[in-house]
């Protein structure tokens, strides 16, 4: 393979950088670039995403029988050009045997490729041991909702070729203490979400080995009593991290704000939870999991109304904007969320830039927030993932700076 050299500007440091790659390794990093006159007109350097919470795109559902490897390799290679090198394929709440073949296939399909078995570090089920009650069970069809099942679970487990990593659920369920005390045994993350839940059972989650509250503020009722509610107490316990939705619909600015002040930038984490309708076309779509209807501002919503959402179209990388200029944060604080602290939860390799190691690059450009919108752009010209390399955008003749 021959050697890659691509310059840019450090994201977290506004330095010069040239980076030589070469048989998926990264071989030197030097602050010396070939033109400094053309400073002024390098991209930035940035990690790769890691979004633990992507349920498909472009019409397919990783939940749904008619899942194919061949489907799995092109969701990821489109989340690669939106800047996610990492991803959690995510099954929302359906049947066993939908299940049972969606998990089939995404363990082939880390099998069948070397850069999905690792762009594909394990998947996340999101139920269906959640609340079967209206607004806590969100978009999920209540009919498959059920109580947590270890011995389904384990199922599922072996057909998965032990690639589940994440299982939300609702702490209040009957056996749900029993259910996370044996999953923080074998490793798997266990995330609040889709809850009523109580503090004290919340409190119950975490002593029992709860680590994660899922979408903190959406999967949850309408009207919350303004003291005892599932969402102070997550935001409380410090044993949590929290994942939020910041498309900038699923929370108003304010809240997105308040929320990850409270819980800290550590133990904060962005995700997209991107719906499998995600990429198409105003209109509406029949799908297994729910009906859903993409509006013109391309909100994704049940049909009929414009406030109950279902599932997001937004890629992560527009979380990581939102919360840049909603949340106060620098630009280095927004990309941990969003690459650094996912690889921490789940104990994976934070390195983007590390000589002897593969490249996980993302090259961009920023342009200037406005008044009419004060979300600034980021525009993804190139992904370097290891052996695989993604170029989509030739350089402009200038940028804005992230620092």
């Known amino acids: 393979m021959c050697a890659v050299v691509i310059q840019g500007l450090r994201y977290d440091t ?32 940035g990690p790769g ?32 050009e939106f800047g996610v090198t990492r991803f959690l394929p995510t099954l929302t709440t359906q049947p066993p045997e939908v299940f049972e073949h969606a998990l089939s296939v995404l363990a082939k399909a880390r099998e069948s490729d070397r850069w999905l078995g690792k762009a594909i570090p394990g998947f996340h089920l999101e139920g269906p ?28 487990q072996d057909v998965a070729q032990g690639n589940i990593r994440i299982i939300t659920l609702a702490p ?3 056996g749900s203490v029993e259910f996370i005390e044996k999953a923080t045994v074998a490793g798997v993350i266990v995330g609040i979400g889709h809850t009523a839940a109580s503090a004290s059972e919340i409190y119950a989650a975490v002593q029992a080995g709860a680590r994660l509250s899922t979408h903190l503020g959406n999967g949850c009722q309408a009207v919350l009593h303004r003291h005892h509610n599932p969402i102070w107490p997550q935001l409380a316990e410090d044993r949590l991290w929290a994942s ?11 809240v997105l704000k308040s929320m990850i002040r409270a819980k800290g930038l550590q133990r904060s984490i962005l995700i997209s939870d991107l719906s499998g309708q995600a990429g198409q076309p105003p209109g509406i779509y029949r799908s297994p999991f729910c009906d859903v209807e993409v509006l013109e501002d391309g909100r994704l919503v049940v049909p009929g109304q414009r406030e109950y959402l279902a599932g997001a179209s937004a890629p992560l990388l527009r979380g990581v904007a939102v919360a840049r200029a909603y949340v106060g944060l620098e ?60 170029q989509l955008r030739q350089p402009a003749s200038q940028t804005s700076s992230p620092s």
Do not use: Y
């Open 14 to 45: 506004g330095q010069p950088a040239r980076v030589t790659i070469e048989d998926g390794l990264v071989r030197l990093v030097t602050g010396r670039v070939s033109d400094p006159i053309a400073l002024g007109r390098l991209p930035w350097l």
């Open 49 to 80: 995403l890691l979004d633990l919470q992507v349920n498909g795109f472009g019409g397919q559902e990783f939940a749904s029988k008619s899942l194919t490897v061949e489907k799995v390799s092109f969701i990821a290679e489109k989340l690669a």
């Open 129 to 156: 041991f959640i609340s079967p009650e209206e607004g806590a069970r969100g978009a999920h069809p209540r009919e498959f909702c059920r109580l947590p099942d270890w011995d389904l679970f384990c199922r599922w």
């Open 172 to 174: 209040e369920l009957p």
């Open 244 to 254: 939020f939705i910041a498309d900038g619909h699923h929370l108003p600015p304010p």
């Open 331 to 390: 630009w280095h604080e927004a990309f941990a969320m969003a690459s650094k602290h996912p690889a921490q939860l789940l104990g994976l390799s934070e390195d983007w830039l590390r000589e002897g190691e593969p490249p996980n690059i993302l090259l961009f450009e920023v342009d200037e927030p406005t008044e009419e919108n004060p979300v600034p752009g980021i525009r993804v010209q190139e992904v370097i993932f290891g052996e695989k390399r993604f």
